[in-house]
């Protein structure tokens, strides 16, 4: 079975040219949404400046209208599915990570996709596949359909904070001529630390153990907590959301970073000396998904959207606005020149073979995971 790191830079760029110029909405957008019309009422994710411009596209081609409503992390959103938003109609569809997918089934907030109505046939094969996508197929239904996928990896400052591929690494986050310029997301922080660690033997189980099996993770926790609170002074600021993370750079004084690629590329795009590089010891990535509400009202519409997300003109506008990476085939061919860059600037060598998916989190590994991370950020 072909797992996503097997895909080449060359092929994610120029992958499906020619079907960039073929026809970019599968039939049945044209047969069945085009005729509904409606709305699609969307729970995703906020900060992201351009994502009107692809609904206004969208509503153009399909007559559906997307009534958005942004939040900072999943959380949020998973704490707004339980005060209803999952079951009452209000909203249509949710944007989980495929890691996170398992949680929102345990809870019992989704329904599965028709896979007929989803344009599958327009997706990267590499996405259908792998441990990656088998996150999103439970009990052999599939509850999760990819959108972009990206990553949360070394973010520096050039000048102040110079790093290379080959030597940087997840520990230089806690150099210490760091001190009081780093910023990190709690519990990615904490990941990024025992990753590191791991890599340097200082563990007493393997890292991934950590999200099968509670003990194990309580022990390796417990060292990577010891590790980090030791660096706890270096941190100026601890970022949950976009905005939060490019904040860090733009006005709190940070130089060197664990954040998400969109946080640097829109930080390079404005002009900021923000560089992105793959740590030695692997990028960690993830897979955005589109998950359908098990109360939703618009269900032809939920199928019309991703249908056209899994188009080469969805997949590209999509993609652009949040600066990240897309899984349609042909998207490559609509890439944003900042985005191609970046692909090409921060995944070089043997990069791509190295990347560390996040893994299914299953509850007891949230709730442990955000102890941790509560413990490591208050003190």
């Known amino acids: 079975m072909t797992d996503f790191s097997t895909v080449s830079r060359r092929r994610l760029l120029k992958a499906g040219a020619a079907a960039a110029a073929v026809g970019v909405a599968a039939p049945w957008i044209m047969r069945s949404a085009m005729a509904s019309s409606g709305v ?9 400046d351009d994502l009107p411009k692809v609904f206004a596209a969208f509503e153009k081609k399909t007559g559906i209208k997307v009534n958005f409503t942004g939040f900072g992390n999943q959380d949020e959103m998973l704490a707004a599915a339980k005060a209803g938003g999952a079951s009452n109609g209000s909203f249509d569809i949710v944007e989980p990570t495929a890691d996170r997918v398992s949680n929102w089934v345990e809870n019992d907030y989704l329904q599965p996709w028709d896979d007929k109505k989803a344009n599958l046939d327009g997706v990267e094969p590499a ?18 359909l990819t ?25 230089d986050l806690f150099d210490d001529k760091y001190a009081g310029k780093l910023t990190l997301r709690g519990h990615s922080g904490l990941v990024a630390a025992g990753r590191a660690l791991e890599a340097a033997g200082r563990l007493p189980h393997k890292f991934n153990d950590s999200f ?15 590790c980090v609170l030791a660096k706890r002074k270096n941190v100026a600021q601890f970022w949950s959301n976009e905005n939060e993370a490019q904040g860090a750079f733009r006005t709190n004084g940070c130089v060197i970073g664990m954040c998400w690629d ?11 000396p923000i560089g992105y590089i793959a740590p030695k010891e692997g990028t960690v990535c993830w897979l955005q998904n589109f998950s359908i509400f098990k109360g939703a009202k618009n269900v032809d519409q939920a199928h019309a959207w991703v249908s056209w997300i899994n188009s080469p003109e969805g997949g590209a506008a999509y993609g652009n606005a949040f600066g990240a990476f897309s899984t349609s085939k042909g998207a490559g061919a609509g890439m944003d020149a900042n985005q191609r860059k970046l692909l090409e600037t921060a995944f070089p ?12 989190q299953p509850s007891w590994f949230i709730t442990k995971r955000t102890e941790y991370a509560k413990r490591f950020m208050s003190a």
């Open 40 to 48: 699609l009422n969307f729970m995703g994710w906020a900060g992201y």
């Open 127 to 144: 996405f259908l596949q792998g441990g990656a996508a088998a996150q999103a197929v439970i009990g052999g239904k599939r509850y999760g």
């Open 147 to 171: 959108s972009v996928w990206g990553s949360e990896s070394l973010t520096f400052n050039t000048k102040e904070a110079p790093l290379a591929f080959g030597t940087a690494s997840l520990m």
């Open 212 to 226: 099968v099996d509670e003990a194990k993770m309580t022990a390796n926790y417990d060292e990577i907590l010891k």
């Open 262 to 272: 969109t946080s640097a590329s829109a930080l390079m795009k404005e002009g900021f």
């Open 349 to 360: 060598g043997d990069a791509l073979s190295k990347i560390w998916w996040w893994p299914v």
